[in-house]
């Protein structure tokens, strides 16, 4: 616990948290090399999705969440499309980047918990390696999770895919 600034009372740091959202559809027509980014995995055989960067949806959402919780903005507002260092860039990348850049601005990282919503691929068999990915490229925790839309929406009708994160930071200073 520190100190109040002006009048020396014990000031509780409470943590904060944020929440991230990112949708992607699946390419029209993919590139014959083109490969499905999801979780910092690589998914060979499934049909890539669209986006400035990687378009992987799961590292996409954390880095938002994050961005949300220590109140510096959003996916877009920091990696914007208008900025071309972006154009292709691995969503592990930007992660990271967003890690780097909320601990820059005072804030530990607690952990994220991300979870990926469509009908492909399916994420079970890859869930521990997607949140070794994820932890890694964060360096905090994150959980990964699935889940299908029961034939509802663009994840439903396998027009896309969407993650969905929230995550948890501390003010340091």
Not at 4 to 16: E, I, M, S
Not at 55 to 60: C, I, M, Q, R, Y
Not at 73 to 85: A, C, H, I, R, V
Not at 89 to 100: D, F, K, W
């Amino acid at each position: 616990m520190s100190q109040h600034p002006t009048d020396g009372t014990p000031r509780v740091v409470l943590p904060r948290t944020g929440i991230g959202v990112d949708v992607h559809a699946y390419a029209v027509d993919p590139a014959p090399d083109a490969v499905l980014w999801l979780a910092g995995l690589a998914w060979p055989g499934e049909r890539p999705l669209e986006g400035h960067s990687d378009a992987d949806v799961a590292a996409h959402a954390a880095a938002d969440a994050l961005f949300s919780a220590a109140g510096i903005g959003d996916l877009g507002s920091n990696f914007g499309t208008s900025e071309p260092q972006w154009r292709g860039a691995s969503g592990s990348v930007l992660l990271a980047e967003a890690a780097r850049r909320v601990r820059e601005a005072g804030f530990a990282i607690g952990n994220v918990a991300v979870q990926v919503i469509g009908n492909r691929p399916r994420l079970g068999a890859r869930r521990a390696e997607a949140a070794a990915a994820l932890s890694a490229a964060a360096g905090a925790p994150v959980t990964v999770s699935a889940t299908t839309s029961d034939g509802l929406g663009l994840t439903g009708r396998g027009e896309g895919v969407a993650a969905i994160a929230t995550a948890l930071v501390v003010a340091t200073g």
